[in-house]
T-cell receptor
Framework: GENVEQHPSTLSVQEGDSAVIKCTYSDSASNYFPWYKQELGKRPQLIID?????GEKKDQRIAVTLNKTAKHFSLHITETQPEDSAVYFC??????????FGTGTLLAVQP | SQTIHQWPATLVQPVGSPLSLECTVE??????LYWYRQAAGRGLQLLFYSVGIGQISSEVPQNLSASRPQDRQFILSSKKLLLSDSGFYLCAWTDRNQPQHFGDGTRLSIL
């Protein structure tokens, strides 16, 4: 997205390892931080999101952490499984709730 | 609960032919509606968004147009398709209380 940088662009991990994807934003007024997962040939699906009044949110093996001071938020996937292989996006939310997507992070979990 | 329908799922069209892709949302009123395009191996590009009936904003200049004839209906059109119009087209919706959700997409191939 225009105001969000995502790293890395590709990530390969062994099954069972953890994966971390980081996004850095520039607009201090940003208050909503979603993560989308897109499997090959399918639609992007929201997997977790966080608002600026919360520092961390967890849902089973996935978690999102927010550092407002440093202006970055990260997706953490623990105990990765082959079905976690996908492209992950942290879109920037602009006016009228439109989401601006970058090229995402291609995560490959090797069995 | 809200649902979004997008059709057709796949479409093969010759260069120069017209296009009409339709998207409808159920279970909400006055949603924001979006059309995205995704080229192979790339990120999602926002094409159009709409905040109400008859209100269309275009994000990028192109060979396509959008219309919103009814509150929960969003149509993507072209009078004459180009080879470069090939891609995966995704419709999405949101309202004040929901994050953005995507339809299943239309895979468009231009021959």
């Amino acid at each position: 997205g225009e105001n969000v940088e995502q790293h890395p662009s590709t990530l390969s991990v062994q099954e069972g390892d953890s994966a971390v994807i980081k996004c850095t934003y520039s607009d201090s007024a940003s208050n909503y931080f979603p993560w989308y997962k897109q499997e090959l040939g399918k639609r992007p699906q929201l997997i977790i999101d966080i608002r600026s009044n919360v520092g961390e949110k967890k849902d089973q093996r996935i978690a999102v952490t927010l550092n407002k001071t440093a202006k970055h938020f990260s997706l953490h996937i623990t105990e990765t499984q082959p079905e976690d292989s996908a492209v992950y996006f942290c879109p920037d939310r602009g006016a009228t709730n439109k989401l601006i997507f970058g090229t995402g992070t291609l995560l490959a979990v090797q069995p | 609960s809200q649902t979004i329908h997008q059709w057709p799922a796949t479409l093969v069209q010759p260069v120069g032919s017209p296009l009409s892709l339709e998207c409808t949302v159920e279970g909400t009123s006055n949603p924001n509606l979006y059309w995205y395009r995704q080229a192979a191996g790339r990120g999602l590009q926002l094409l159009f968004y709409s905040v109400g009936i008859g209100q269309i904003s275009s994000e990028v200049p192109q060979n396509l147009s959008a219309s919103r004839p009814q509150d929960r209906q969003f149509i993507l059109s072209s009078k004459k398709l180009l080879l470069s119009d090939s891609g995966f087209y995704l419709c999405a919706w949101t309202d004040r209380n929901q994050p953005q959700h995507f339809g299943d997409g239309t895979r468009l191939s231009i021959l």
